[in-house]
């Protein structure tokens, strides 16, 4: 698992640390069931607070992406649940983002193609810099 930090995005640490998790998760890239760095290796091969790690892994672990173990460590989870109130909680993001793109005068179609895109992109093994859905 590669993990790239940006120090200098306003972003939190912990954010790009999630963020990254759940990429490798959709592409494939981290497979289901497969063992996560230890925190403390994890935080030391980055170069970052163990509390930043940790954060990340309980939001991962909160939302249900990843489970923990005391044996194994951080485990990502077989299956993810909740999926009526991610929908709810998609549909509001979703909502923004459509206000979003009418203020910039962005057509319907090409708001659909992004999202598209996006979610092809999410599926894909294609690397996180190539993706055209980028924030």
């Known amino acids: 698992m590669i993990i790239e930090i940006e120090t200098l995005s306003k972003a939190p640490i ?11 998760i959709a592409s494939k890239k981290i497979a289901r069931g497969e063992a996560l760095p230890s925190v403390r290796r994890l935080a030391a091969d980055l170069g970052i607070n163990l509390h930043t790690v940790n954060k990340a892994y309980a939001i991962l672990c909160e939302e249900g992406y990843i489970v923990m173990d005391r044996r194994k460590g951080a485990l990502v989870a077989q299956t993810v649940g909740g999926g009526e109130e991610f929908k709810g909680k998609l549909a509001y993001q979703l909502r923004l983002s459509a206000a979003e ?3 910039r005068n ?7 193609r992004i999202c598209v895109d996006c ?17």
């Open 106 to 112: 962005i057509s319907e179609n090409e708001f659909k």
């Open 101 to 103: 793109a009418v203020c």
């Open 14 to 24: 912990y954010e790009q640390l999630r963020e990254q998790v759940l990429l490798g």
């Open 119 to 135: 979610y092809r992109n999410a599926q894909s093994e294609s690397e996180i810099g190539e993706m055209s859905c980028q924030k």
